[in-house]
């Protein structure tokens, strides 16, 4: 093997091990049983739990973004993008079914809903950085969305249990 081509693979080694890196970290986060405690939690405690389901997938449809560039060299950004955010939904959705099989968790429509703030957050940022847009002004408005979405999510929960 030459040294071009071990250069050749080396990025796709390391981001396509991101990737599935990542995708196991959420995966194993999700195999852990809940606690079966049915207190009502705290405003606190649900934007945590919340936040990291933005977080989580914030983190996946960027690795799925850089892998993806990789792996269509030729496709235009704007449908890498798309494809993108298609896989990470598709990724949060399947995981809430997994989530149904684990002892005291339960899979739930508007944590998909949550996933799908962190990945507009990312796809945002990429697209405005892409653009020539200044990213910062989109992602302190996508954080505001994502903070008023967790708030509002948390008292519709609140209201309806």
Not at 85 to 106: C, I, K, M, N, S
């Amino acid at each position: 093997m030459s040294t071009q081509t071990i250069s050749q693979a080396v990025p796709w080694v390391i981001r396509g091990s991101a990737l599935l890196l990542w995708m196991i970290v959420i995966f194993s986060l999700s195999a852990m049983p809940g606690n079966g405690d049915s207190l009502q939690p705290t405003l606190l405690f649900y934007m945590e739990r919340k936040g990291a389901h933005v977080v989580e997938y914030a983190l996946l449809t960027l690795f799925s973004i850089r892998f993806a560039t990789l792996l269509f060299p030729r496709e235009a950004f704007k449908k890498i993008l798309l494809l993108s955010a298609v896989f990470a939904l598709a990724y949060g959705a399947t995981d809430e079914l997994h989530q149904l099989f684990v002892p005291f968790r339960g899979g739930k429509i508007s944590d998909v809903l949550v996933d799908s703030l962190g990945v507009l957050l990312t796809v945002s940022i990429c697209y405005a950085r892409y653009t020539g847009k200044k990213s910062l002004k989109y992602f302190i408005i996508g954080a505001l969305v994502v903070l008023l979405a967790l708030i509002l999510a948390n008292q519709v929960a609140l209201l309806f249990g």
